[in-house]
């Protein structure tokens, strides 16, 4: 069986890639991401259908010009696809200051349709009969080389929405909606991507604040800032960076040693290489 997907990582792939998604009148996207491991939501594939083929863009490559996608994405003449766009979005903004014009989201389309079930997987076999597998959405995109299966399973989150978009479009103007259609995909053009900002009284959520004493109350307040922070700094998810069990654990801590952080169910050996000090000068300073 023929490929219909390019694996796009380097200058010569891309000028392809480039030629064909400018000649193109209609185009599918999507991306995949790590949200889970990543402070701040990690661009790790972009998929991009012209038609027969589907250019799939690895934006962690080294010396990639993804500029001239703006050209495309803002061109009214265009015709952008998305399934529950808003993340991508968001993140294509914020990572390249892309702006869009012309798109058609099927997740909202269908909402305004008045289906319930509006998994990309269900709408196609309800619409096309097509069966999507989706065994790879927790995947570790952010990990190169990207295997065959993974990269398979990307090209297919955008093969089907080109046919998708063609009978959710001729619904929508059966029914006479297809204006009010537009208003909502030109709002979703306007989403914009927002910082995580600190829950300032997050700390007092934790299972275990309530048994606390008023002195490692306010541990906890500053071991929780402090991760957040942190987490901020090296964009690293706050669990990742320590689980909300063990600052409850640090904050009960007295007397707080080198030592001390270092026993059971406290900090790793990594975690003590890395923080132990600024741990230690936090839970020194209450």
């Known amino acids: 069986m023929k490929r219909t997907w390019t694996f796009v990582d380097t200058p010569v792939k891309l000028v392809k890639a480039e030629k064909s998604i400018r000649a193109a009148s209609v185009i599918a996207l999507d991306t995949e991401y790590d949200s889970f491991r990543y402070f701040r939501d990690k661009l790790c594939l972009l998929q991009i259908q012209t038609g027969q083929k589907t250019w799939l863009i690895d934006p962690l490559a080294q010396d990639l010009d993804l500029s001239f996608l703006g050209d495309v994405l803002i061109d009214p003449e265009v015709l952008k696809i998305f399934h529950a766009g808003d993340n991508d979005i968001r993140i294509l903004k914020r990572d390249y200051a892309f702006a869009f014009r012309n798109i058609f989201d099927t997740h909202r389309a269908a909402s305004l349709l008045g289906f319930r079930q509006l998994a990309l997987s269900t709408l196609l076999e309800i619409h096309l009969g097509v069966t999507l597998k989706k065994k790879m959405q927790r995947s570790r995109w952010d990990i190169r080389p990207l ?5 398979d399973y990307a090209a297919l989150d955008t093969a089907h929405l080109p046919g998708l978009y063609r009978k959710l479009d001729m619904e929508l103007h059966g029914k006479g909606m297809e204006k009010e259609a537009k208003r909502l995909f030109v709002g979703l053009t306007a989403v914009a991507w927002r910082p995580k900002a600190l829950d300032r009284l997050g700390h007092r959520k934790l299972p275990g604040y309530g048994q606390l004493t008023s002195e490692q109350k306010e541990r906890l307040r500053l071991l929780y800032r ?3 922070e942190k987490a901020t700094e090296i964009n690293r998810a706050c669990f990742m960076l320590l689980p909300d069990s063990q600052l409850v654990t640090l904050a009960r801590l007295e007397a707080a040693s080198l030592q001390t952080l270092a026993g059971p169910g406290l900090l790793s050996a990594d975690g003590m ?7 230690l000068k ?3 300073s209450n």
């Open 282 to 284: 936090i839970l020194q």
């Open 147 to 151: 295997s065959e299966e993974q990269l």
């Open 273 to 279: 290489n890395r923080f132990g000090p600024e741990i």
């Open 226 to 228: 402090w991760r957040f």
